[in-house]
């Protein structure tokens, strides 16, 4: 499964990149997280619970962020299992300056699932990457912007 997209972010490019790397603003904006804790350079366990369709359950999960360049580029690299199954997937952020206070955010994924979860179909399972990653990217930039008028 892969896909892509882009947005405007309401920041200008090294605001976004540092409020992107920052895990406490991580885990208020992924879906279902329920714990964020770096345990290395960069890496980070995660417990997340996804309540949508036959996805439903709970995940641990691995998220490494590689390749930075500072203030434009970094790739993620996701490992999670449950009972639901399992997911491996690999996400590219690039940012580009849109202005002095906005941002324009492009991403790209690769993903592989495995379990009762890869049984679903990937048109179901393409809807609710596009949907977890939508909600996260909202909440990213309604994030920001309380960020922005509070400084």
């Known amino acids: ?12 490019v090294n605001r976004a990149y540092e409020v992107l790397l ?10 279902g ?12 366990e995660a417990e997340l619970s996804i309540g949508i369709a036959a996805i439903k359950g709970n995940y641990s999960s691995t998220i490494e962020i590689l390749d930075l360049e500072e ?7 996701v490992k999670g299992e449950g009972a639901p199954g399992t997911v ?22 690769e993903a592989e699932v495995g379990g009762k979860v890869a049984m679903v179909g990937q048109r179901m399972l ?11 990217f909202k909440k990213l930039g309604k994030e920001l912007k309380r960020m ?3 400084a």
């Open 22 to 31: 920052d895990p406490d603003v991580l885990e208020k904006c992924i879906m």
């Open 88 to 109: 491996e997937a690999v996400g590219i952020v690039d940012l580009t300056p849109d202005g002095d206070r906005s941002t324009l955010l492009n991403y790209s994924y």
């Open 126 to 136: 393409g809807g609710v990457a596009k949907l977890v990653i939508q909600d996260f």
């Open 33 to 44: 997280c329920k714990k964020l804790v770096l345990v290395d350079d960069n890496k980070y």
């Open 1 to 12: 499964m892969e896909g892509k997209g882009n947005m405007v972010l309401e920041a200008g």
């Open 148 to 150: 922005e008028q509070s």
């Open 71 to 77: 203030p434009r580029h970094y790739k993620l690299a």
